[in-house]
């Protein structure tokens, strides 16, 4: 004989989308804050390297990345500031921060890779360093951090499209706190004087069960 209750059974439906919404959370921070770090990172690295002519002889020549674009630093910097501010706004607001932080993914990718062929910050410091405005550089050569930088920026763009994709299932900051900045005050529950259980609740939460106001 089966058993029969009039218990309904928990429903198990919730765990279906708060689950991918747990793991998008988590992978996009992993992303976005790893792609930021690695962009900044490969920025202050040596991108290009050169000779100049001066007195005969060659000069030698770098340039950071930094110096070579400074697009890639910048667009880490707001890629930062959008993924913790998609957490602050909801719905449409966050669809907007979301494809402000997809489109800083693919302006990374795109001014580092941009950043290989650049070779006007190496032609400005030959310029200085041999005093002939019309020199340039020479043996003109490239690391591999411009694709370092373009990794992080692929990072970012990752994050980016995941909070498009999933971004509405992620939680967001609480309404606990009003505008003002205070917490929401609760009126306090009306005691039953005739519930013994009532007066204990009542005390515990620091109110008086009797309802006198103290002289």
């Known amino acids: 004989m089966e058993y029969v209750t009039a218990v309904p059974h928990p429903r198990t439906e919730a765990a279906g989308p708060a689950r991918p919404g747990r793991r998008s959370l988590a992978v996009a921070l992993l992303c976005g804050a790893l792609g930021a770090a690695v962009a900044l990172l490969a920025t202050r690295q040596r991108w290009a390297e050169g ?19 400074g697009v890639p630093a910048a667009l880490a910097i707001v890629s930062l500031a959008a993924l913790v501010a998609v957490f602050a706004v909801r719905r449409s607001g966050r669809r907007l921060v979301a494809a402000l932080l997809t489109l800083s993914g693919a302006g990374t990718v795109g001014a580092a890779l941009t950043g290989v062929g650049n070779r006007a910050a ?8 041999s005093g002939d405005t019309a020199a340039t550089a020479a043996a003109l050569s490239h690391t591999g951090w411009p694709y370092v930088a373009a990794a992080g920026g692929a990072l970012i763009l990752l994050a980016g499209l995941l909070a498009l994709r999933y971004g509405g299932l992620w939680p967001a900051m609480s309404g606990r706190y009003e505008r ?25 939460r620091g109110e008086d069960p009797t309802g006198t106001e103290p002289a």
């Not at 005969?56 to 930094?66: M, R, W």
């Not at 190496?122 to 360093?129: G, M």
């Not at 003002?180 to 515990?204: H, I, M, N, Q, Y």
């Open 122 to 129: 190496l032609d400005e410091k030959a310029a200085q360093a």
């Open 180 to 204: 003002s900045g205070t917490p929401r005050s609760r009126a306090p529950k009306a005691v039953d004087p005739d519930r013994p259980e009532d007066l204990w609740k009542a005390l515990d």
């Open 51 to 69: 000779t100049a002519t001066v007195a005969g002889g060659d000069f030698p020549l770098t340039a950071k990345g930094s110096e070579v674009t």
